[in-house]
């Protein structure tokens, strides 16, 4: 069998895990229309490739061979679903009945990862449960399986490592689907790590023997010489970077900044990292044989995994390094696109649900344009100095191929993307160079590794301070809105059609206008015939946003809790960039309004409690064919007009619900009401 036999096989394995996007992901029970569509696509697609291909490609294999490509993308759906995780009849997550409400437990197990800060201050771990205690000390412990996400306060968080034994009290929970549009769905975060139900900790009643050892203790002494040496801001960020942000418990808002402004991947240990291992290898060994260089490049790279906390990019990268020197011992040149796509037919093959993983398909996404993308533009640079056209056109052909696919989930894309990773490229060469070897000398000689880190000070506070002024530039964040798969799947066709045909890269201007059209015509077209009200749960009172014709009025703005994980999503979500009114009908944390401001524009805020004149009957807000007026400002009543329709919320914490009859009439639609139960007496 040729090579190009074994590459269609391994796109068919890949292209049968992709099918499984069909029907959601976790579903461990598609529906029988599900598996009839799955199964005629992986049926129907190869015998049309092979029609195609056959008169046009010579070495066309023949029918059969393509029916076992079928069998292959067939293999791949059913072992993803093999491999999907499910509770087993003595998981924990059994114990919380329907209703869903919290129960009290003590719950013995071992810890499986560090501990890591969340965004409420508190840490959080996966915990393997081995037993469980309903009643306190009344009872005795009730032998359960199962995999907990387990929060607890920072107070509680003492030397607390995997492995590490525990007794934890707390409350056992289930968690809830979102209500909410564009919300972030915990229940199925969960799923996905294979896990249930949730620990709400209050205290650790009991531990082992508190010493650290192993992994851990190898890599806690690299972030403490970084902390030393640069400061405990510092110190995490240069840790982060070192070692990946998986390894490393970097503050929620650090790791949000980077997040932000496009250089996730500055705080993840990737294939640079693995690059710069291998040339030191190649240097100190330069007199060695290619076997004993082969020998002392596995262990190094395999050090480096453990080390790293053995993430998905990082195998990928480890792999393909692996690839390089085995080349190197059959003095053979390595076909990078080759070992790219073997490293994730492997990977996917010991773990078929990473398919789903954003950052290793990002990681993956990024090599590629690394290999495919980047000569070209580089070539179209040819004017520069080549090592001056290298850099640039690297960030480049990697925000171009990862780009729509960061979009498609985080709805949002940034204009200083491209131009801030093209000059902060020498200061991550520089940090990580200077971190790696550093972080050597710490655990070789502390001293002299903590004197070499010094030196990064000024590179690293460049590198955050110039982070920091991004997102308060104008578009630093633009959201572009929900991208259908259709037009995700349009784009990328467009990119790998210019990638192949040497005939399209010539017009490759062409290709970028229509696809900039795919992502900028469905806002226009949006912000031109939209009418849309959304009732949106909040922790006090519902938040109501209105989008008429590209106009957009807010109903209250909600907690800090509301706006980062309600209001700000849906908004990208919706594409919304600017809010045209703001109307708060309750007392509002000026910190929330603070929040909210910094976040989006916002053309006017109106506060029923300090704006007197918005209580007159003559005084009312107009926008196009939306009409808000204030009926009661002390309860808390407004009425509103988009075309014939007409709405009336009532904030039921302040008004007795007996009352509120007078404030209905027969041209009413709707009736929002928030607060008690309301019984109204026709």
């Known amino acids: 069998m040729n090579s190009w036999r074994y590459i269609i096989l391994i796109l068919a394995y890949l292209g049968g895990l992709f099918l499984t996007g069909l029907w959601g992901f976790p579903n461990p029970q598609p529906s029988w229309q599900q598996w009839t569509l799955v199964i005629l696509l992986i049926f129907i697609i190869p015998p049309s490739l092979f029609i195609f291909l056959n008169r046009r490609w010579r070495r066309c294999p023949q029918l059969r061979f393509w029916f076992l490509v079928s069998c292959v993308a067939f293999f791949a759906v059913i072992y993803f679903q093999f491999r999907l995780p499910s509770p087993r009849s003595t998981d924990i997550s059994h114990l919380i009945k329907d209703d869903f409400k919290p129960k009290q437990v003590q719950v013995l197990g071992k810890v499986l990862s560090e501990p890591r800060t969340t965004n409420n201050n508190r840490k959080r771990f996966w915990f393997r449960v081995q037993r469980v205690n309903l009643n306190g000390n009344n009872e005795q412990y009730k032998t359960v399986t199962g995999k907990l996400y387990v929060t607890l306060p ?123 291992l291998l040339g030191i290898v190649f240097w100190i060994t330069q007199s060695l044989s290619p076997k004993k260089k082969l020998i002392l490049g596995i262990v190094i790279l395999i050090f480096y995994v453990v080390l790293t906390g053995i993430q998905p990019s990082i195998l990928r990268a480890a792999l393909m390094g692996s690839s390089v020197l085995i080349g190197q011992v059959l003095d053979r040149k390595t ?275 300090d704006n007197k004149e918005f209580n007159n009957s003559h005084q009312v807000i107009e926008e196009d064919s939306t009409i808000i007026k204030a009926m009661n400002r002390e309860s808390g009543i407004i009425k509103w007009q988009i075309k014939d329709k007409y709405w009336l919320w009532i904030d039921g914490q302040k008004l007795d619900p007996q009352s509120i009859s007078v404030h209905l009439n027969h041209g009413l639609d709707v009736l929002l009401w928030s607060g008690k139960n309301c019984h109204l007496i026709g």
């Open 154 to 276: 920072n107070t509680e968080v003492y030397l607390i490592y995997p492995r590490q034994t525990l007794i934890i009290e707390g409350n056992l929970y289930q968690p809830r689907s979102p209500k909410n549009p564009g919300a972030f769905d915990f229940k199925k975060y969960l799923a996905k790590q294979g896990s249930f139900s949730g620990l709400k900790g209050e205290k650790v009643v009991f531990r082992t023997d508190k010493k650290l050892w192993g992994w851990t203790n190898l890599r806690n002494r690299i972030i403490n010489g970084f902390t030393d040496a640069l400061g405990k801001e510092n110190g995490l960020v240069i840790s982060s970077i070192i070692l990946g942000r998986r390894a490393v418990d970097l503050p929620p808002e650090t790791r949000d900044l980077f997040v932000n402004i496009g250089l996730a991947h500055v705080l993840a240990a990737s294939g640079f990292h693995v690059a710069l």
């Open 335 to 609: 076909n990078a696109l080759g070992a790219l796509l073997l490293s994730g037919f492997l990977l996917l093959s010991i773990n078929p649900l990473w398919i789903w993983d954003l950052g290793f398909k990002l990681s993956f996404l990024a090599t590629f344009a690394l290999l495919v993308a980047s000569p070209f533009i580089e070539k179209k640079l040819d004017f520069l100095p080549p090592k001056l056209a290298g850099m640039i056109a690297v960030p480049i052909a990697v925000s171009i191929w990862t780009s729509p696919l960061i979009m498609y989930f985080f709805h949002s894309f940034s204009f200083y993307l491209i131009p801030f990773n093209i000059l902060a490229t020498p200061l991550i060469m520089l940090l990580v160079v200077g971190g790696i070897i550093s972080a050597v000398f710490i655990l070789i000689i502390p001293n002299l590794g903590i004197l070499i880190a010094k030196i990064l000070f000024w590179p690293l506070q460049i590198l955050l301070q110039s982070a920091q002024q991004i997102p308060q530039l104008k578009l630093s964040a633009f959201a572009v809105g929900q991208i259908s798969l259709v037009t995700l799947i349009i784009i990328y066709s467009i990119l790998v059609t210019i990638w192949l045909n040497k005939r399209f890269q010539k017009y490759w201007h062409i290709g970028a206008l229509i696809i900039i059209g795919l992502i900028i015509i469905p806002i226009i077209y949006k912000n031109i015939t939209l009418l849309k009200i959304t009732v949106l749960e909040g922790n006090k009172v519902p938040i109501i946003v209105m989008q008429n014709r590209g106009k957009v009025t807010l109903i209250n703005v909600g907690s800090e809790t509301d706006i980062k994980y309600t209001l700000s999503p849906f908004l990208s979500q919706q594409g919304i960039n600017k809010i045209n009114t703001v109307i708060i009908t309750n007392n509002q944390d000026e910190l929330s309004l603070s929040i909210i401001k910094k976040k989006i524009k916002i053309n006017s805020i109106i506060d029923l409690f």
